[in-house]
């Protein structure tokens, strides 16, 4: 009969609930142009192809956490986007100053 020690069973759970962490998905996609929120903000990947950025663009945005680098461009998470990176040089009509 094996008996686990505590100590086991404490990295048993810690591990369970890293798998459970990576069940619900890193993020990992950009947001997609066409997605329904997107187009509902306005969102676009390139800030230079909207008048209204008027020079904003995510990287500069209060709702933007700088993460890891998408297709050799930085990118970061967003706040209207939950899961999804967005890049660093995109633009959206939600655009706020950084405090
Ligand atoms: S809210 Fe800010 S970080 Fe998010 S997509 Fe719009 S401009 Fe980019």
Partial sequence: MLIASPA?????SASQAFGQRR???PISDLVDVKD?????VGY????TKSKAAKGNKCSTCS???KGADKNGKEAGTCAIFP????YGS?????W????
Avoid: H, Q, R
């Fill in 90 to 94: 995109a633009y959206c009509n939600s």
């Fill in 44 to 47: 676009l990947e390139d800030f």
């Fill in 23 to 25: 069940a619900s998905g």
């Fill in 83 to 86: 899961k999804k990176f967005v």
């Fill in 36 to 40: 329904p929120t997107a187009k509902a």
């Fill in 96 to 99: 706020a100053k950084k405090a």
């Fill in 8 to 12: 086991i069973l404490s990295t048993l």
């Fill in 63 to 65: 709702l933007y956490v």
